[in-house]
Every structure is written in structure tokens, then in C-alpha cells.
């Protein structure tokens, strides 16, 4: 068993992501659960490939950075403590402000 | 025959044309550009129906039943300001004129430079940004209509002032300082704010304090890290993503000046050149934002290009992080090239930079090992990634130097 995620980076973020916007991977099931916190820590460890400060801070997501769980804002289903679902798909948005 | 008498009718109408577009500017003077945000602005009309030539003007927005007249007359009493008279600006301008807004303000302080013609549509070589943005409007706007463009920074102390004014407005700025200081002055002001940004090849447009929905410090109580925040000059921008943002943001101040629902009030757009439009929902107002929520403990505007740790501008900020002794002028690195002194040239431009263009590279470089054969090889794997730069091999390498040139030189 094992949970199948979808994740993006947008608005600047895939930047620290070997500039690949798309990332399918596939996250073992373990004991406990897998949240978004756990998801943040997987990141920093297999995608992050410099500068991981730039992405996460203070054990979140830094300011600027807005997360999107299968479109919709984390904020509204729980930020790090959502639990994951197979198959869900996880957006990292960084805010534009040129213009 | 008949085709050159139609001809001639042609050439006759078209001088008649220019000579009332020259009447019409004699009538019509370009606004006067304002210092300030103290003068009041000129009464928007208030009659609550149209006349003839509007409704002529309007007509094909008129026979929408969503619109009609009731929806043009509010269009007609509406203030409109623009923060920013840049990508995103210059092209929202163009629209809320020609849909008849009653009164557009236009807010900008940048000089026109030609890096942004490409993007900014209204811009001509008219020194100021608001200058040209406004010339260009003004044909666009119906002779009842008022165009005010205010030459000024916008700052803590003129905000208020000038938003008060106003009854709908639009972020384009290009700074997440003045950002902040929209989001808070339309907050105190309680005015909707269509916030629109671009970068590279990417767009986002929401609305923020409709209805309801969050403001921008909701999303973002925090600013962004300054050294994470990217502009145009660092980032590039497709000038046309701006435009299709920019015209966006008219057509939901337009949808909120009629008193039509916006589409992205607790809503994001999010648009990709390289994929599609894509619509996010966002959490509603925050109890505890600062700002906007139950008990702020904002309550008037403060420094923001502090509370961000970064300028009000897009301009870079020159960084000063090593001391004199590890910098030199390019007079001195100019003489250390003439002089062909040893020294290697690192430029850590992108690529796609260095295709721009690239200062002379210097001389040769010389690869030494201890024989003369590993250095071939590098020479060799040098070449396919130094591209332009001569690089020779020292044949013999230490081995040939302790023989021929110095014999102390140690060999092993």
C-alpha cells in the first residue's frame, strides 16, 4: 500500500524545484498518518535541491506561499494538520506582485 | 466610375473626421496632471439617464439585459482608481474608459522606460508613465467623463485621501510594500480592491474585501522573505500576460460598479501561459486578520516598505555585502583586460543572458597537470563548456616545467 500524491509548484516556487512544475510521487504507507506537515518534511528531503529556507520556514510553508488541496485553499481543511488522501492533488503557489 | 466617386466620398469623410478629432481636442484639453491628492474631483454626473449620444456609444453593452440602461448609468456615476500605470494598468484603463466609467483616476510615479514598451500598450515616449497612459485614454473617454492622473508616489500619508475619493479600486502595482498599503487604505476606506499581478508566464487576479471575502493580509499576514520576491527586471514578464490580467481587473470592477457579482471575490485566478486558467477557492474573511478582522489592532496606515523590509518600488536595491577590498570598478577590471594580467572571468548570469551579450573574455586559460596528458583531457572537456573562451594545454605540464625551466621544482 501506499499513498499516490500529485504535487505542482507555481508563481515562482518550482523554481526551487529543479524548475519542474509537476512532481507524481508516491509516499510509503507508515503507521502513523501522512498530513501536510509530514508532506513538507518529505519535500525538504527529496525535492528541495538548494536553499530549502526559500520554500519552508519555522515548519511551515514560508510567507508568500500559498497551499491549494485539490484547488481549494488549505486554510479552509486544517494547513499541516490535513490528513492526505490517495491521489489528492497538492499545489504550491508562490504570490506574483510585478506587474 | 462608381468606385472612384466612392473613393472620394471616402477621402472627404476622413478629412472630416480629423478635423473634428482637432475640434474635439480644442474642446477637450488633456487633463492637467495632479501633484497632489488634496484637490476634490470633478462632480461625476449624477442624472439617472443617458442622452443620445451615450446611448449610441453604449449601445452594444446597452442590450445586454444584465447591463441596460441602469447598469450604464451606475457605470457613468462610478470612480474608478488605478494604482499603477504599468502592464496591468495601462490596458485596465483602456477598457473602463470605453465601457463609460465616469471618473478614472490613474496613480504612477515611474518615467517611461523603453524595457517597458513591450508590455505597457499605452506607453509612447512621453517621459512619465501616467503621461502617456492618459493620452492615449483620453479618446477612448466620452466628453462627459473625467480622466484624473496623479504624478505621486502613493504613501502612507496620501493614501487615505485619495482612495476616499474613489469607489472601486485597482491594484497594478508592482511592489509587495504598496501591496500592503492598498489592501490596509481600502480596508479603512471600505473599498473593493481588484488586485491583479504577472510575472514570466504567469498571471493572478482576485478581489479582495467584498463581500465577505479575505483581504490581502488574510491570505498573507505575513510579508514574503525580501529576497524571495522577484520583479520584472530579474524575472521577465510576456508582455500580453499583463494585458490579460490588466483586463480582467476591468471587467470585475465594471461587474462591481453595476452591482453585478465579481467572479473572483474569495476566489483566485490563477493563469499559465504554458496550461490554462484555473480558478482556487480561498478561506473567507479572518476573524483574526489585523486588519479586517473582529478586533484589529491596525487602525490606521503605517510604514510599510518597513513592516515588508523593502522598498515601494520594483527597482533593485543595490546590495552591499563585501567590503571595498573585494570589489573593483570596471575602469580597473577594463586596465587588469588591456594589460592581459592573469585573471579569470566568472559570469553567473542564466544562460540565456549570456546569448544577450557578454564582456570580452579574457585571454587565454592554460590547463596544467603532471605529465601533459590529463590536461589534454581536460582542455578537451573544457571546450564543450566554456563556449568562446581559448584554453590551451601545457605540453610536458610539471614534469616539463622542472626540466626546462626551473630544476628545483620537486618531480614525482
Known amino acids: 500500500m501506499s499513498l499516490n500524491l500529485k504535487l505542482e509548484f507555481s508563481g515562482g516556487a518550482e523554481l526551487l524545484v529543479n524548475k519542474v512544475k509537476n512532481h507524481d510521487i508516491t509516499l510509503p504507507i507508515s503507521s502513523k498518518l501522512w498530513t501536510l506537515r509530514g508532506l513538507l518534511d518529505w519535500i525538504k528531503d527529496n525535492l528541495l535541491a538548494e536553499r530549502p529556507e526559500l520554500f519552508i520556514q519555522g515548519g511551515s510553508v514560508r510567507p508568500g506561499i500559498l497551499v491549494l488541496v485539490n484547488d481549494a485553499d488549505w486554510e479552509l481543511l486544517g494547513e499541516l494538520e490535513y490528513e492526505l488522501q490517495d491521489n489528492d492533488h497538492i499545489v504550491f503557489i508562490s504570490t506574483l506582485h510585478g506587474g | 466610375m462608381e468606385n472612384q466617386e466612392l473613393k472620394a466620398a471616402l477621402k472627404a469623410k476622413d478629412a472630416e473626421i480629423e478635423e473634428l478629432k482637432r475640434q474635439l481636442r480644442g474642446k477637450n484639453p488633456l487633463p492637467a496632471i495632479r501633484k497632489s491628492t488634496e484637490d476634490e474631483l470633478p462632480s461625476v454626473n449624477s442624472e439617472p439617464t443617458l442622452d443620445n449620444e451615450e446611448i449610441a456609444r453604449y449601445s452594444r453593452q446597452l442590450i445586454l439585459p444584465e447591463l441596460g440602461i441602469s447598469g450604464q448609468v451606475k457605470l457613468k456615476n462610478s470612480r474608478v482608481l488605478i494604482i499603477g500605470c504599468g502592464g496591468l494598468g495601462c490596458p485596465a ?81 508592482d511592489n509587495v510594500a504598496t501591496r500592503y498599503l492598498l489592501n490596509d487604505a481600502c480596508i479603512l476606506t471600505g473599498k473593493p480592491l481588484v488586485s491583479g499581478s504577472a510575472l514570466r508566464f504567469e498571471g493572478q487576479l482576485t478581489v479582495y474585501n467584498h463581500n465577505g471575502g479575505p483581504c490581502y493580509r488574510c491570505l498573507y499576514p505575513k510579508p514574503p522573505p525580501p529576497e524571495t520576491v522577484t520583479n520584472c527586471s530579474d524575472g521577465g514578464v510576456v508582455g500580453v500576460v499583463p494585458g490579460i490580467i490588466g483586463g480582467l481587473q476591468a471587467l470585475e470592477a465594471i461587474k462591481l460598479a453595476c452591482g453585478l457579482p465579481p467572479s473572483f471575490s474569495q476566489s483566485l485566478l490563477l493563469f499559465d501561459a504554458f496550461s490554462t486558467f484555473r480558478t482556487i477557492k480561498l478561506r ?15 487602525t490606521k496606515l503605517i510604514d510599510y516598505e518597513q513592516f515588508c523590509g523593502a522598498k515601494a518600488t520594483d527597482k533593485d536595491a543595490g546590495l552591499n555585502v563585501l567590503g571595498s577590498k573585494e570589489r573593483i570598478s570596471v575602469q580597473e577590471y577594463a ?6 594580467s592573469d585573471h579569470m572571468l566568472i559570469d553567473v548570469r542564466q544562460a540565456v543572458e549570456m546569448d544577450i551579450c557578454q564582456l570580452p573574455a579574457p585571454a587565454i586559460i592554460f590547463v596544467v597537470c603532471r605529465r601533459g596528458n590529463d590536461s589534454q583531457l581536460a582542455v578537451q572537456e573544457l571546450q564543450k563548456r566554456l563556449n568562446g573562451i581559448q584554453l590551451k594545454d601545457i605540453r610536458g605540464g610539471l614534469h616539463a616545467w622542472a626540466k626546462h625551466i626551473d630544476n628545483n621544482f620537486p618531480v614525482y
Open chain 2, 93 to 173: 484603463a483602456i477598457y473602463l474608459a470605453a465601457a463609460g466609467i465616469g471618473c478614472i483616476g490613474l496613480v504612477d510615479f515611474d518615467e517611461v522606460e523603453l524595457s517597458n514598451l513591450h508590455r505597457q500598450i499605452e506607453l509612447r515616449l512621453h517621459g512619465y508613465c501616467i503621461k502617456a497612459c492618459v493620452s492615449n485614454l483620453f479618446i477612448r473617454l466620452n466628453s462627459r467623463a473625467s480622466c484624473i492622473p496623479y504624478h505621486l508616489a502613493l504613501t502612507s500619508e496620501n493614501a487615505y485621501q485619495l482612495i476616499e475619493k474613489y469607489d472601486i479600486v485597482l491594484d497594478a502595482t
Open chain 2, 284 to 298: 473567507p474573511k479572518q476573524r483574526n486578520c489585523v486588519i479586517c478582522g473582529e478586533s484589529p489592532s491596525i
Open chain 2, 335 to 340: 586596465e587588469i583586460l588591456q594589460k592581459k
